[in-house]
Nanobody, 122 residues
Framework: QVQLVESGGGLVQAGGSLRLSCAAS????????MGWFRQAPGKEREFVAA????????SYAGLVKGRFTISRDGAKNTVYLQMNDLKPEDTADYYC???????????????WGQGTQVTVVT
């Protein structure tokens, strides 16, 4: 069982940056693939980024590639999402997720956090 708690969301101007954090409980954090998803008002939840259990492999949605970076710190049981050059269309609730499967592609995750809100204004 893994519990996930996101933090770091907030209000930011377009072109600015935010770093989201996801703190995970459980001694097996290092064995999970971790992902970030987002859901904008009135839209379906969409994949943002994923990172393998070792941190050696990552994947990104096309809309964020080159602007967002996912990373993990095993010692802190935490996964991060560094978001740069934010745009109003990045406004959404951002969710952290964990999966037992080692695949970094796909959207089928086993555990989900409660989300943190990101609002980008012009």
């Amino acid at each position: 069982q893994v519990q996930l708690v996101e933090s770091g969301g907030g209000l930011v101007q377009a072109g600015g940056s935010l770093r989201l954090s996801c703190a995970a409980s459980g001694r097996t954090f290092g064995s999970y693939t971790m992902g970030w998803f987002r859901q904008a008002p009135g839209k379906e939840r969409e994949f943002v980024a994923a990172i393998s259990w070792s941190g050696g492999s990552t994947s990104y949605a096309g809309l964020v590639k080159g602007r967002f970076t996912i990373s993990r710190d095993g010692a802190k049981n935490t996964v991060y999402l560094q978001m740069n050059d934010l745009k109003p269309e990045d406004t959404a609730d951002y969710y952290c997720a964990a999966r037992v499967s080692p695949a970094i592609f796909g959207t089928d995750y086993d555990y989900w956090g409660q989300g943190t809100q990101v609002t980008v204004v012009t």
